[in-house]
């Protein structure tokens, strides 16, 4: 092959147009070019035909675009940043576990849990509440009984919790439900059975509760009218420590302890419960999205110590590109399915119980910039 004569980069003119016309006249001829093909060629466009000047951005960009931005004479494009966990303020709660969340990322609760006590007490119950702002966690009115491995549910002023255990050794639970307005708790209609480490889910006039223990692992489903409980439909698979987010009569119960299966989900349509697409990660104790739903919620950490996340989409758990910065369980859990909240926990022995608290953002599209680097 000859060498050619006139580099195609020389041909590129002011305005951005290249200069085609001694390419394709012949000035090099076929010969010193090794892709014949590019005899067919009949023109070439301006490269503002490929790359669009804009001034400004559009308005609704689709993943993969790229412009140029005129305004700020920026070469842009339509990118996508990943889900992620970013840190929050701290708890100053002492529990490290059995603790209930419910709320909003932004307006959120953290009640109840136990802390480390000599044995034969084991653990001590609290009756501590605090409130986040999506910035600070501050001291409110406290629960009028302690409690811990409880129930609860709602938005943070219009919350409710229900059963627990409420003693160390010898272990003594309560049926009793507490209504919170944001301010004040008021005493509720009891649960039928006495029970703790039970899922729950829904509002304080229509919440949800599941599962549980009162010996072995049970079936029950109780639903609440701001009154009073009365029996719902008899979960598919009964467990333990299953977490809850939805409505009731939308909701979702995911992840148990053993002896059920780790793994297992159920969806409840008000009347009944049906099995649906097991979760991915096989970890007991977990944190969940108390304000997902059952088309979008989310699970993370748990046993064995992990801050793995997953995602419900109404039809199939997915892992998230979303790890929790500290791995832990039994989470306070609270926030959507887009905007989750992870707070404190039990950590892996040897490793100081935590009060971190933990804001997950979903992953989105964003306008990105070209850069030289």
């Avoid at 790359?51 to 996508?80: E, M, R």
């Avoid at 002492?94 to 000599?118: E, S």
């Amino acid at each position: 092959m000859g060498i050619k004569t006139r580099n195609f980069a020389n041909n590129i003119l002011s305005g951005g147009t290249i200069d085609g016309t001694d390419f394709l006249s012949g000035t090099l001829p076929s010969s010193n070019i090794t892709n014949d093909s590019a005899a067919s060629v009949t023109s070439i466009p301006s490269i503002s035909n490929v790359i669009s000047p804009v001034a400004g951005d559009p308005p609704s960009p689709t993943l993969g675009d790229i412009w140029y931005n005129s305004s700020t004479n920026a070469l842009k494009f339509q990118g996508f940043q990943a889900s992620a966990w970013a840190s929050g303020g701290n708890s100053s709660s002492p529990a490290v576990g059995g603790m209930v969340g419910f709320g909003a990322q932004n307006a959120a609760v953290l009640a109840g849990g136990i802390v480390p006590a000599p044995s034969p007490v084991l653990t001590s119950p609290l009756a501590n509440v605090q409130e986040y702002d999506g910035s600070a966690w501050t001291s409110v009115n406290s629960m009028s009984q302690v409690r811990n491995t409880f129930g609860g549910a709602g938005p943070q002023t219009s919350g409710v919790v229900f059963g627990g255990r409420i003693t160390g050794n010898p272990f003594t639970y309560t049926a009793a439900t507490e209504e919170y307005d944001g301010t004040n708790w008021t005493s509720g209609g009891s649960l039928g059975s006495t029970r703790y480490y039970m899922g729950a889910a829904g509002t304080q006039t229509a919440a949800l509760s599941f599962g549980g223990l009162t010996g072995p692992a049970n079936t029950d489903t109780e639903e609440y009218n701001g009154t009073s409980w009365t029996a719902g439909g008899t979960l598919s698979t009964g467990h333990h420590a299953g977490r809850g987010s939805g409505t009731q009569t939308a909701g979702l119960a995911a992840s148990a302890a053993p002896p059920a299966p780790k793994t297992v989900s159920q969806s409840y349509d008000g009347t009944s419960w049906t099995a649906v697409n097991p979760t991915n990660s096989n970890n007991a104790y977990r944190g969940v999205s108390s304000l997902g739903t059952q088309a979008s919620s989310l699970l993370w950490g748990g046993e064995p110590f992990t801050g793995a996340t997953e995602h419900y989409d109404g039809t199939s758990w997915s892992v998230d590109a979303a790890t929790l910065s500290i791995s832990r369980s039994s989470t306070g859990g609270g926030g959507t399915g887009t905007t989750g909240l992870a707070i404190s926990g039990e950590s892996p022995a040897g490793v100081p119980a935590n009060q971190a608290t933990e804001e997950y953002s979903a992953g989105i599209n964003v306008i990105k910039t070209f850069t030289t680097d």
